[in-house]
């Protein structure tokens, strides 16, 4: 007679999420000594590090909830108490970014370096000025521009750096929608290439907040969502209507970084002298603005 085997337990990806979570929360708090935060010392301890009620009281937070986010119990965590337990843990910005993500969380402090924009790379996006370029992420984060792009639709500079991202700003910004003639098929292409990219990343949180936001804040991203359309990132025209230099027309050439659905520098070339002209003058805008910025700071 045959036995059969017990069928396989379905993984839950937030359970493991969670528990992954607890263990770098921590690996994270063992490393740290009293002395290091200005805690007296209380003479030989059973575990290294802090102790769990050091960690709360230095974040302000109940010791309850900590231990139950260390136990990688199912509760509600918010970015602000998130950035406590950052600070408390001295966690340096890779680190910290990585506690957002397994939270679940938008981090209200990201960091302004991306690992993947190198300095040549940045050298790169100045030198192709007055083209527009940008680098960005499968999920359309817009991760380093020049001063072009930044002025192409919307000025970037002047957004929450949360809302550096082209799906959010096609869906939520009036300014952004009013510079493409052709928003209806722009959008709907986005969202194709945004679910196909999704693919790879269906189960971690930042790509599950963004589409939870996205949900919320704009019915239309909701129906075009939920059509389940997909396409690949890929070359084409645009026209643009820039508010300081009138309707431009140009080319956009992606160029991957890494592989596909990864991030790519995307660069805006003009088809017509009178496009390269008015980009040249939309140069001389940015540069207006940057100095009068520059400034102000002063």
């Not at 309850?64 to 986010?69: A, R």
């Amino acid at each position: 007679m045959t036995s059969l085997s017990p069928a396989p337990t379905r993984l839950d990806p937030d359970a493991a999420r969670r528990r992954e979570l607890a263990d770098f929360l921590r690996s994270r708090r063992e490393r740290i000594s009293p002395d290091q935060v200005g805690l007296p010392s209380t003479g030989r301890r059973r575990t290294p590090g802090l102790r769990r009620e050091e960690v709360a009281q230095l974040a302000a937070v109940g010791v309850t909830w900590y231990t139950w986010l260390e136990q990688g119990r199912d509760i509600q965590v918010s970015a602000q108490v998130l950035d406590a337990v950052a600070r408390t843990l001295r966690l340096d910005p890779n680190e910290r970014g990585h506690l957002f993500l397994l939270a679940g969380a938008s981090d209200p402090m990201p960091g302004k370096i991306c690992s993947t924009v190198t300095d040549p790379m940045r050298l790169m996006l100045d030198q192709l000025e007055p083209h527009p370029a940008v680098v960005v992420n499968s999920r359309y984060d817009l991760l380093a521009y020049n001063r072009t792009y930044a002025h192409l639709l919307v000025d970037l500079e002047g957004l929450p750096p949360e809302d550096r991202n082209n799906v959010w700003l096609a869906f939520t910004h009036p300014a952004w929608r009013e510079c493409l003639p052709d928003w209806e098929s722009a959008i709907q292409g986005m969202v194709a290439k945004l679910r196909s990219a999704m693919a790879d990343h269906v189960t971690e949180p930042a790509w599950k907040l963004l589409v939870k936001r996205l949900r919320a804040a704009s019915p239309e991203f909701a129906e075009a969502w939920d059509r389940h359309e997909v396409a690949d990132a890929a070359n084409g025209v645009k026209r643009i209507r820039n508010p300081h230099v009138g309707m431009l027309h140009v080319d956009y050439t992606n160029l991957w970084l890494g592989p596909r659905h990864g991030p790519r520098m995307i660069v805006y070339s003009p088809t017509d002298e009178e496009t390269a002209q008015r980009l040249e003058r939309l140069l001389e805008y940015a540069v207006a603005v940057e100095e009068r910025r520059g400034r102000g700071a002063a």
